[in-house]
């Protein structure tokens, strides 16, 4: 069962910054490290973004510099912000919780990124 709902995606110029949040569904506990993903058409799901709770932050060397993840952990929240936006950027965009003890815990919908002019 998913335990985080995605929003705040849309359709964005190149160049241009999109801030996603992860909410939690009701009764969602939290966990110690969140992260997003991205899946584009034809490709792999692949991990962007995570965030350990007190703020320990894992970037991608290739996407540091544009993507920042942040949490709330008193709201059980999390925010991936993208600046400089790029066409390989567009994706659907996730968020779950990782590590050796998270189980059972389903992708959600996700949001869709679309990057173009």
């Known amino acids: 069962q998913a335990q985080f709902v995605e929003s705040g995606g849309g359709l964005v110029q190149p160049g241009g910054s999109l801030t996603l949040s992860c909410t939690p569904v009701?009764?969602?506990?939290?966990?110690?490290?969140m992260g997003w993903y991205r899946q584009a058409p034809g490709k792999q799901r692949e991990f962007v973004a995570g965030i350990a709770r007190g703020g320990g932050t894992t970037i991608p060397e290739s996407l540091k510099g544009r993507f920042t993840v942040s949490r709330d952990d008193n709201k059980n929240t999390m925010t991936l912000k993208i600046n400089n936006l790029q066409p390989d950027d567009a994706a659907v965009y996730y968020c779950?919780?990782?590590?050796?003890?998270?189980?059972?815990?389903?992708w959600g919908q996700g949001t869709q990124v679309i990057v173009s002019s």
């Open positions: 009701p009764g969602a506990r939290s966990f110690d490290h």
């Open positions: 779950k919780p990782f590590g050796s003890t998270v189980t059972g815990v389903s």
